[in-house]
């Protein structure tokens, strides 16, 4: 520090030395003033902890202590509470069953809007390991319906129904489990998840 004052010119030297000068004899002039603000805050500081420790019935302190712990935990009560709201409205909504179990098999289906909730473009999916099954025999007025797994190597019969008849009945019972609320039930027994 003192080499790098001495590599300095003489009028920078001249202006250090005289913003040093300056700051002292501020200090200087308004040392009472300086004074008598160190005494505010110390007054301060002692009025703050007289009060926090004041004699009541419960100490001022742990009265404060007591309302912030209720204000953290009624935080975390209204933050899981909106989120258990949240979650319903984003989650369970008509469109989102757009899965079940019909003839012992997994359907997967589409709707053409959000607004027209009329099921189209079914496939089936093997129900036990979710591979889209094969349709050996899918004509739509053959019976009985055959369809494949390659996975589980497992023939699915569904007996005594045409494909016409099987879609042409998923067509219909999907829109009425979504007007009676039955969709719900699907998503909590695992079946539309
Ligand atoms: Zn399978």
Redesign the pocket.
């Given at each position: 520090m003192a080499n790098r004052f001495k590599d300095l010119k003489w009028w920078q030297k001249l202006g250090v030395l005289g913003a040093i000068a300056s700051i002292l004899g501020c200090l200087v002039i308004f040392r009472e003033y300086l004074w008598l603000a160190l005494k505010w805050a110390w007054a301060g500081i002692g009025s703050v902890w007289s009060h926090l420790t004041d004699d009541s019935a419960i100490p001022f302190w742990l009265l404060y202590a007591l309302l912030l712990l209720i204000l953290i935990l009624a935080r975390k009560v209204a933050v899981s509470w909106l989120g258990g709201l949240r979650l319903p409205s984003g989650v369970l909504t008509p469109q989102h069953y757009y899965k079940d179990v019909f003839y012992g098999i997994v359907w997967r289906w589409r709707y053409p809007s959000k607004h027209y909730l009329r099921p189209e473009e079914f496939v089936p999916f093997?129900p036990?390991?979710d591979?889209e099954l094969q349709r050996t025999q899918f004509e739509s007025h053959v019976i009985p319906v055959h369809l494949y797994?390659d996975?589980?190597r497992?023939l699915f019969t569904i007996e005594s129904e045409s494909v016409s008849g099987i879609l042409d009945y998923m067509v219909r019972e999907i829109p009425r489990r979504i007007r009676s609320g039955e969709w719900k039930e699907r998503f909590s027994s695992g079946a539309a998840e």
């Open positions: 093997c036990i390991c591979l797994c996975n589980c497992k």
